[in-house]
């Protein structure tokens, strides 16, 4: 049997679990070891799916059976198992950190009981959204980490988190919404929502309703990954949310839009008719982006905003519709959801260490907590692109690439990323000057907790002592995991991008991806005969 | 190629000095050692691949060399000598930065012996000033004197290092700036180069002067006894403080010393650059102590003399440091740019972040419609021909459509709240006729369900809102409103017309029937495509209930799942919603009606619904309990008849679930919340995570079993009243889809039903008693659609 | 194929009116918006199926052609539920801002008001560096890098790390999100 066949797991685990989760809401311990337990399961699965599909190439499985293009297809290949596998190791690790910040807390924040299944359920669509095959159901991928993000992003029910919530809900409502016309008009052109299928059938429509077509489904993706201008809800909304919350939105959500622009580009809508708009878009993203970033004192929603900003790095590597560049992007998205889930994450330990995260209150947290700036300090540097990290080898790629293509267009965007790492390097270290090394009588409105902390708690293990009160095990754990993880990306960066370069060598090949959904042989749509279906078993 | 502004050189090498405010052992490891070796090490690592490009050089070369000698100017200004180290580190980094970019064997060779001997003795100096910083409480060269007389050891590792640094023999320092100086001679002298290559190489001696200078600076700054000083106290080192210094300083002598094995491990990384065709002997350089009298012996000389004189001449030189305006000092030049980066960037995100919805929603739908717009004028097609207004087959369409629009538009007009939300219905009814009159019983049947009970939702949740609703925006936004409805709603007529005019293939749904009846075991295809052909959708959907259900209940209980009401057996007679006579200003002709409608209703207190009792009297219906009695069960077990037909008539899980929930809304409206309670004995939760097990174990054990997840069998066999018996395993998916959505169902009843009573109830009983205008009591209001 | 112009333009009414109420402050009627958004993509996919047809109820006489297109109405009905799920979850949101600011209106987002509001950033804000020349200020040290005070690092200390360990305790549980930081600090920290 093709080991395809247990992609839908990927799916599917999750699911099952948060039913359980949901039987078993009177025991949190339970829900606990349910979840982490299917989680990692789910992960083993994926490892072994991307290691398969490495070996064998792109696999397709047929749900319930049904032959394409008439079921549900979930395709298998480079691209979308090191997606999952990349989202599920972060995904876990986030699900530590939650339950760490959660028995610290007393369970107050996060009410338990819905935090699993809600949190389990978006795993699973993410999950779905990376493997479909098929138009309609990534949408309805799409819907199901969506509803997750709406009920995690107003756990607690506070007033910033409702106001910040509504932005959020009424955008994302609206994104599917346009994502459902242009369903609907694909289907009203076509025929067929099946993908594979409609690369065959959207060759034969004219240009003129392609573009149509095209940049009805580039605008409601644009607003999923928050592309200028499409992007201004996303600083307003995730950063009031509880801390792991935010990391895995910022890590997963907007990387889910972009894988889909990603598969629209390739897929559904080859060449290079809409490069040039997107290449400005690109540009415009980064720049507007980490201008936003240096205006905030917020380190969350600075975070956000470079968030925004390095959308438009994996934009740019994706118009260039070459395998350079569409390789780094690729590379670049593993790399940004590991790093910008870990600086979230760091940031929450942050806030619980020093009482806030604005950095007009921080001071001095190096030395209250050597730990926290080695785990802040590593990814920080990572995102900014410094060498030898990951995020300078992604950028590296894409400047690269950029200079192959050697348009005006493209070396504008060559210096705009450049600029763009430079800005975010200064807004990075900003933070870590401001938050980490100068002395809490210099902050605007120091904390509390900075100033009862005696002067000279470097040394002793008297900081020690706190620091386990303030940073329970498990979290620390968890983000020191999660920030190794990202170190090793710098580490086996040699065969990530060669899986990355070979995944955009498939995508923009294509016939590995439609052979595997429809045959060999593309079978001619319409008059065929039904293949006849067994459904014994 | 962008990569190389970011290892720290100019003009962003501001932050190096900025960051080595860190304790100094973590400096010395982080900044010296490793950190921006690092970057220096990538830089190294590109070189082969990148040489050859054009933009290469000009950038690495002209880069590396301002960093050097802005590093080794601002390095001449400090008066903290860890400063001195730290723009001594930057100007290092441009130096390094230039070696190993040239992309030639000779330099690549020179650079990596370069980077080693950078890190022995940057290392060794961070160090000795860490221990001179412990020892005497100061780092800063006009406060320290005599240091050297206290502790001759430290100053002399002190010494090997600064040597080192200042490329004086026969350190390591020097064998590695010797084969710097013989590869830039040979790169300044060859072809190729021309007036560039000697102007780098006079670039170069002059920055390796300053780093003389400067090495110069640092050892008298720490060590020398200075006139007008008073001594330092300088307490006595423990020997193992400064064993890792003298280790470190040890291993800078054996480096220069005896650089043959450094040269056997960096050879083979030279070897990765293709040697100039023109001048094979450019590729053997090697690290060596002595190279005999080469144009860089002279060099060095004249850097060494050179040096010399400035550091004797330091009092002029920074006399003539003092002259320069403050205008060329990079700091400052810096700050101001960086000041209006700020305002510039608090300007564009003041104009972009408006943190207001409408304007983010604005510009969503804005570029909504004026992209499809703008590819269609450019597609500039001819209208497809097969437009028609009437449907042959169904020309009611035209009339249940101006019904739908003229709800719309009294939508958009009212003024009311409750009138706004039916307006919405009337809408959701209209199109509920149009799929009928459309060919879809299915349709119609779920749409109507879910509007009821949609509607009902509404009202509860509602009930404690004003009944006013303003329209807060005003006319100038007004406009704006209604240009971009407008426009968006036109277009997307258009690109409708557009995309479905265009289409040439079949619809694969075309197969759909005969796939539905031989492959799914059912007559409704529909829901053969529901639950087996796309079961992957409706599992997704479901699990987005569950979802919403559980989002329900967190918002309304917020800090649990609210999980246990009370049973009503324990619930006192007539407690619920009961009103306090008098209580609104003693409005006698209220309290009269309310006497008599408790008569009534205690008068015939038989049982008809459970909880019932629970009610205070004058919020009992009799007539309403009578009903509720006699339909209840009817109403359940219709659902569970639409769950199971579905596969052949309309009907199935939705449908069935949906039907349920109303049965269940009946009660609750009858009964109040403890009838709720009676009626559904399993909790909402329960009710979720059973029925998305059922779905999920549905789509598992096929594949448990070898087959696909969500592979679907027949079977058939014969029961004693039923006969032969065609049984689908997908309607045990579709009971997942029943149970899921009854317990949506009652959620949202127990949150915005339930527990809102709860939250009135606890409000009407504080004696302030803010009553809230326009609080429609739930049964009055919802009684008459249910 | 041929199109529907009735569907159509109801469709595009419904549009214009669910978008006008969606620029709207109030969020009941945002909600409602929103529904007539979906209401009217729904029939622009019902009108994708062509035709109207006979119900797709199998029968063995029946050209495939002559059904309503099944697909549409499958793609609708998941339609319908999704935004009936998030109806109902909205609802619950208009409920939850009522109880919490007694109006039922979108507020516009604070820390962006105030980012706009910043007249420029403090040139010295990024002069971080303190002219500080020892980390090892001398009366506190000794020559072996002990403390030099004659007080074992013992009694004082503990009750001050007890003390603070207390206060950042109660700090970090107030655990509020960063944009809430424009309120008045002393809401934090519970006073020293």
């Known amino acids: 049997m093709n080991i395809a066949s247990f992609a839908p797991l990927a799916v599917l685990l999750p699911i099952l679990g948060a039913a359980l989760t949901f039987l078993l809401i009177r025991q949190p311990r339970a829900q606990r070891t349910v979840s982490i337990a299917l989680l990692s399961v789910t992960l083993l699965l994926e490892c072994w799916l991307l290691a398969s599909v490495w070996e064998g190439g792109t696999a397709a499985v047929n749900i319930g059976g049904w032959l394409p293009p008439w079921g549900i297809v979930m395709v298998v290949d480079q691209f979308s198992s090191l997606m999952l596998v990349v989202s599920s190791s972060v995904s876990l690790a986030v699900l530590i950190y939650a339950t760490g910040q959660g028995m610290a807390d007393g369970d107050r924040d996060a009410p338990v009981s819905i935090f699993h299944p809600t949190y389990l359920i978006l795993v699973a669509g993410v999950s779905n959204a990376f493997l479909s095959g098929d138009l309609f159901n990534l949408y309805v991928g799409f819907e199901i980490l969506l509803t997750a993000s709406y009920v995690l992003m107003t756990l607690g029910g506070t007033g910033p988190r409702i106001r910040a919530g509504v932005t959020y809900l009424v955008v994302s409502v609206v994104s599917s919404v346009l994502f459902l016309i242009a369903i609907a008009m694909i289907y009203g052109a076509t025929g067929t929502i099946n993908m594979a299928d409609l690369a065959v059938k959207l060759a034969d429509l004219d240009q003129g309703t392609q573009n149509l077509l095209h940049v009805m489904l580039l605008v409601a993706f644009g607003i999923k990954a928050a592309i200028f201008p499409l992007s201004f809800w996303l600083p307003d909304s995730y950063p009031t949310a509880p801390a792991p919350v935010t990391a895995v939105f910022a890590g997963l959500l907007t990387k889910v839009g972009v894988y889909a622009i990603v598969r629209t580009e390739t897929l559904l809508f080859p060449g290079d008719t809409f490069n040039t708009p997107l290449m400005v878009a690109a540009l415009l993203t980064m720049i507007v982006g980490i201008l936003g970033a240096l205006a905030q004192s917020d380190i969350k929603r600075l975070l956000s905003f470079t968030l925004v900003s390095h959308i438009g790095y994996m934009v740019f590597g994706l118009a260039m519709s070459s395998v350079a560049g569409l390789g780094a992007a690729v590379f670049y998205v593993a790399h940004h959801i590991t790093i910008q889930t870990s600086l979230f994450l760091v940031t929450g330990l942050i806030e619980r260490r020093g009482g806030s995260s604005s950095v007009d209150r921080l001071a001095g947290l190096a030395k209250l907590s050597p730990l926290l700036a080695v785990l802040f300090f590593v990814p920080a540097m990572n995102l900014a692109g410094i060498p030898p990290f990951s995020g300078f080898l992604g950028k590296l790629g894409l400047l690269q690439a950029g200079v192959q293509l050697g348009t005006p267009l493209a070396y504008a965007l060559v210096a705009g990323g450049v600029l763009t790492s430079l800005l975010t390097l200064l807004a990075i270290a900003r933070v870590w000057n401001r938050a980490f090394w100068r002395k809490p009588e210099d902050a605007e409105h120091p904390d509390p907790v900075l100033l009862a902390a005696p002067g000279d708690s470097a040394t002793g293990d008297r900081a020690g002592k706190t620091n386990v009160t303030l940073l329970p095990r498990t979290m620390v754990g968890s983000t020191l995991g999660l920030v190794i993880f990202g170190v090793g990306l710098t580490v086996f960066a040699g065969p990530l991008f060669k899986v990355a370069d070979q995944s955009a060598f498939d995508m923009l090949d294509r016939t590995a991806y439609i052979q595997a959904v429809l045959g060999e042989d593309p079978p001619v749509p319409a008059i065929s005969q039904p293949e006849p279906q067994e459904v014994s078993k | ?786 | 194929m041929s199109v529907n112009l009735t569907l159509l333009t109801v469709m595009g009414a419904l549009y214009a009116c669910g978008i006008y109420l969606l620029l709207e402050r109030s969020l009941t009627r945002v909600l409602l918006g929103l529904m007539l958004l979906t209401n009217a993509t729904n029939l622009l996919i019902l009108t994708t199926g062509g035709y109207a047809g006979l119900a797709p109820m199998f029968s063995k006489d029946t050209a495939a052609g002559d059904y309503n297109d099944p697909l549409p109405q499958a793609l609708i009905l998941t339609s319908i539920v999704i935004s009936f799920a998030v109806t109902a979850f909205m609802l619950g949101i208009i409920y939850r801002t009522w109880v919490l600011a007694r109006e039922d209106e979108i507020q516009d987002d604070a820390e962006d008001r105030r980012v706009a509001r910043t007249p420029s950033f403090d040139v010295e804000d990024d002069s971080v560096i303190p002219v500080e020349t020892s980390e090892f200020p001398l009366t506190m040290i000794g020559s072996d890098g002990q403390s030099v005070s004659d007080v074992p690092a013992g009694a004082e200390a503990t009750v001050q790390v007890a003390d603070r360990t207390l206060d950042a305790d109660k700090a970090a549980s107030e655990e509020q999100p960063g944009s809430l930081n424009v309120t008045p600090p002393n809401k934090e920290g519970g006073g020293q």
């Open chain 2, 1 to 786: 190629m962008g990569a190389i502004t970011k290892s720290a050189l100019v003009p962003f090498h501001f932050w190096l000095p900025g960051a080595m405010a860190a304790p100094t052992p973590v400096s010395a490891y982080l900044h010296a050692a490793a950190m921006v070796k690092a970057g220096i090490y990538l830089v190294a690592r590109l070189a082969p691949g990148f040489a050859d490009t054009p933009y290469w050089l000009p950038v690495v070369l002209g880069l590396g060399l301002a960093t050097m000698l802005v590093g080794g100017y601002r390095a001449l200004r400090q008066t903290d000598i860890k400063l001195i180290l730290a723009y001594g580190t930057v100007s290092q980094l441009g130096f390094l930065t230039m070696v190993v970019g040239l992309g030639k064997p000779d330099a690549a060779l020179a650079g990596l012996g370069l980077l080693l001997a950078h890190g022995l003795f940057k290392a060794t100096l961070f160090l000795v000033v860490g221990i001179i910083d412990h020892q005497a409480g100061t780092r800063d060269i006009r406060k320290l004197s005599g240091v050297y007389r206290s502790s001759r050891a430290l100053a002399i590792v002190a010494a090997i290092g600064a040597a080192s640094m200042a490329g004086i023999p026969p350190l390591a320092g020097f064998v590695a700036k010797e084969s710097v100086f013989e590869a830039f001679v040979h790169y300044g002298t060859g072809s190729g180069a021309g007036p560039w290559g000697l102007l780098i190489l006079v670039g170069l001696v002059l920055g390796s002067i300053l780093t003389f200078a400067y090495s110069a600076r640092f050892m008298w700054g720490a060590f020398a006894v200075k006139p007008g000083v008073e001594s330092t106290p300088f307490k006595p080192i423990k020997p193992a403080f400064l064993a890792a210094p003298a280790v470190l300083s040890l291993l800078t002598i054996v480096y220069g010393l005896w650089p043959a094995p450094v040269d056997g491990w960096v050879q083979p990384y030279a070897a990765l650059f293709v040697p100039d065709g023109e001048d094979p002997a450019a590729a053997a350089g090697h690290l060596a102590l002595w190279h005999g009298v080469t144009p860089a012996l002279g060099l060095t000389a004249l850097t060494f003399a050179l040096g010399l004189a400035m550091f004797f001449g330091r009092n002029a030189v920074s006399r003539l440091q003092g002259l320069v305006p403050g205008w060329i000092d990079g700091d400052r030049t810096y700050q101001l740019a960086i000041g209006a980066l700020d305002d510039a960037a608090v300007w564009i995100t003041g104009r972009t972040q408006r943190g207001s919805l409408y304007f983010y929603l604005s510009v969503i739908l804005t570029v909504a419609f004026v992209l499809p717009l703008t590819a269609l004028v450019l597609a500039n097609k001819a209208l497809p021909e097969d437009l028609y207004f009437v449907d042959p087959n169904s020309p009611l369409q035209i009339v249940a459509g101006a019904g739908i629009v003229i709800g719309a538009l009294a939508a958009v007009r009212a003024n009311k709240r409750f009138l706004a939300v039916l307006m919405v219905s009337v809408t959701g009814y209209g199109i509920a006729l149009m799929f009928a009159l459309q060919g879809a019983p299915d349709l119609a049947l779920t749409q109507m369900l879910v509007e009821t009970i949609i509607l009902v939702a509404f009202v509860l949740a509602m009930r404690s809102l004003p009944a006013e609703l303003r329209d807060r925006t005003g006319g100038k936004y007004r406009v704006v409103r209604v240009i971009i409805g407008a426009a968006f709603g036109i277009t997307m007529v258009f690109v409708a017309i557009f995309a479905l005019g265009a289409r040439v293939a079949a619809p694969v749904s075309l197969e759909f029937p005969k796939l539905a009846y031989e492959g799914g075991g059912g007559l409704n295809i529909v829901n053969v495509t529901l639950v087996d052909i796309r079961a992957w959708d409706t599992f997704g959907e479901i699990s987005v209930l569950a979802l919403a259900a559980t989002g329900v209940a967190s918002l309304i209980f917020v800090r649990s799942r609210g999980e246990g009401i009370r049973a009503s057996s324990t619930v006192a007679e007539g407690s619920v919603g009961r009103r306090s006579p008098g209580g609104s200003r003693g409005n006698t002709r209220d309290d009269a009606t309310l006497a008599m409608s408790r008569r009534f209703a205690a008068s015939s207190r038989d049982a008809w619904i459970v909880a019932g009792r629970t009610l205070a009297p004058e919020r009992r219906s009799i007539i309403f309990e009578v009903v509720t009695r006699l339909i209840f069960h009817s109403i359940i077990v219709f659902s569970i008849y639409l769950l199971l037909a579905g596969h052949n008539f309309p009907g199935g899980g939705f449908a069935g679930g949906l039907t349920a929930g109303l049965a269940l809304t009946v009660r609750y409206l009858a009964g109040g919340r403890f009838e709720l309670r009676e009626a559904s004995p399993v909790s909402a939760g329960t009710l979720l995570g059973i029925g998305l097990a059922t779905a999920a174990a549905s789509g598992l054990v096929p594949l448990l079993l070898g087959g696909q997840v969500f592979q679907s069998a027949i079977i058939e066999f014969w029961l004693p009243v039923f006969g032969d018996v065609k049984f689908v395993t997908s309607t045990i998916f579709d009971i997942g889809v029943y149970t899921v959505v009854v317990g949506l169902a009652l959620d949202v009843l127990r949150s915005l039903g339930a527990e809102i009573d709860e939250h009135f109830e606890e409000q009407s009983e504080e004696p302030a008693g803010d009553q809230e205008p326009g609080g429609v009591p739930a049964e009055t209001t919802a009684k008459g659609k249910a």
